[in-house]
């Protein structure tokens, strides 16, 4: 089984010799897909059919959700919806099958559709997109409350451990905050850990506490001091940068014995040589990851590596892909509707989307994954009972492209980045991701 986690942009492989490792960032969302293929053309169907299985932010089968199978051009092909166990198994699909999941708040609430498209995959998932299941309530072991002492004067704070707890918190950060505790948060030797991060105005880290390996009970109360200013500094030099570093920015995402905790940003932290310094928290990681951005003209372009230890790193933006470029929808609101874009390197790994459907009565959210081969896709056509999903049009795209060393092409992206903690990822890895927004028109063409 594999299970997958998303969130990305576009990366070029790097070379092994500047491989030096990253990790990717924190997905958030899961679906199962399970498609084989072999050797066909695409009027031959897989033999063994194909599974979705759908899963929440906590891991929990999702029932009620509708699964579209279409073709690769996204022609409707059949329709259901997923069991008590999450999954949906359609028998016949074609090669190069289009997968899309809709799904509606409940209440009345968001909509959100996610395409898959060229899927040939003996098993995908993806989970998290869908973040609630009534099956929940089984991941999740209790609370925990913590009460941060600010000692050092901090302007403001945020809390790591925990679902959903990273958040900043009031100038005067004495207020206890109560955070849900799941199978997730815990760590491989089953106990759970809490860092508190003090900040300043400009959002520069000045001090942290911890409290580190505790064993778990539900209700728990502890008090957690933010007193320490003995942050760790690692130089990351910057190579070939072009233009100012006036919009450069750095972020340190440390993982401890399998539970991801803490990420720290510094911006414009720069001296005459490009490098900038970014702070770490000593004796606490197992897992450093460690992305340098750039904004400029629109676009985020960003490398990152990740690796056990702290050390100073070299990011050479020579090698940053160039963003996608003539990003734009054709025939919108009609069975033809098309987005289209170019300036993809065909050695990434997976194209990106993400689009804002316009004139929608509710919020409404449309993400698509494709090969990097592709330079357009036809939506997919959704059946009458899912009228309210097809989007007139849209207010903004995104196409984001990303590529990882450790990965190589499409089908290895869907069968192992998508399984997140169910897949073993290398000691060390990187990435390099670009991420354009680009404005298309209100109107079709």
């Known amino acids: 089984m594999s299970v997958t986690c998303i969130s990305f942009s576009i990366a070029r492989r790097l070379s092994s010799g500047r491989a030096q490792g990253l990790k990717a960032l924190l997905l958030i969302a899961c679906v199962t897909l399970f498609v084989s293929c072999g050797s066909c053309d695409n009027a031959k169907t897989s033999a063994s059919g194909l599974t979705v299985r759908v899963l929440s932010y906590l891991r929990a089968p999702v029932p009620n959700v509708s699964i579209v199978l279409g073709d690769n051009n996204g022609s409707l092909i059949s329709v259901a919806e997923t069991n008590a166990a999450g999954e949906v198994h359609f028998d016949a699909p074609p090669t190069d099958a289009t997968v899309t999941i809709a799904w509606q708040d409940t209440g009345g609430g968001a909509r959100s559709l996610i395409s898959f498209y060229d899927v040939n995959t003996p098993f995908v998932v993806v989970a998290g997109k869908v973040p609630f299941s009534p099956l929940d309530s089984k991941n999740i072991l209790g609370s925990a409350t913590i009460k941060a002492n600010n000692t050092i004067g901090a302007a403001h704070w945020a809390l790591s451990g925990g679902s959903f707890p990273y958040m900043p918190l009031p100038t005067s950060p004495v207020t206890p905050v109560t955070v849900t505790i799941t199978d997730k948060d815990l760590q491989n030797d089953g106990k759970v850990s809490f860092v508190v991060i003090g900040f300043d105005l400009q959002g520069n880290p000045v001090g942290y506490g911890t409290l580190l390996d505790q064993e778990f009970t539900d209700g728990m109360s502890l008090n957690l001091a933010i007193d320490k200013t003995d942050f760790l500094t690692a130089r990351s030099t910057i190579l070939n940068f072009p233009g100012s570093t006036a919009n450069l920015s750095g972020t340190v995402s440390l993982q401890r014995k399998g539970a991801s905790l803490v990420s720290i940003q510094s911006k414009s932290v720069t001296d005459k040589g490009r490098n ?22 629109g676009v985020l372009y960003s490398l990152g590596l990740f690796s056990e230890t702290v050390s100073d790193l070299a990011f050479d933006f020579a090698d940053a892909l160039p963003a996608p470029s003539n990003v734009k929808i054709t025939d919108a609101g009609t069975d033809k509707a098309t987005i289209s874009w170019g300036g993809i390197d065909t050695e990434s790994d997976a194209v990106h989307i993400f689009a804002s459907p316009k004139d929608a009565d509710v919020p409404s959210f449309y993400e698509i994954y494709a090969p990097p081969w592709r330079n357009s896709v036809i939506l997919p056509h959704l059946p009458d009972s899912l009228a309210a999903f097809r989007p007139t049009g849209f207010k903004s795209i995104t196409v984001n492209n990303y590529d990882y060393d450790f990965i190589s092409g499409y089908k290895e992206f869907i069968d ?30």
């Open 416 to 445: 192992k980045k998508m399984q997140g903690n169910s897949w073993t990822w290398p000691a060390s890895g990187s990435y390099r991701r670009t991420a354009p927004g680009v404005p298309v028109p209100s109107k079709p063409k």
């Open 276 to 297: 900038i310094y970014l702070k770490y928290i000593p004796d606490f990681a197992d897992k450093v990851t460690t992305e340098i951005s750039n904004s400029a003209g």
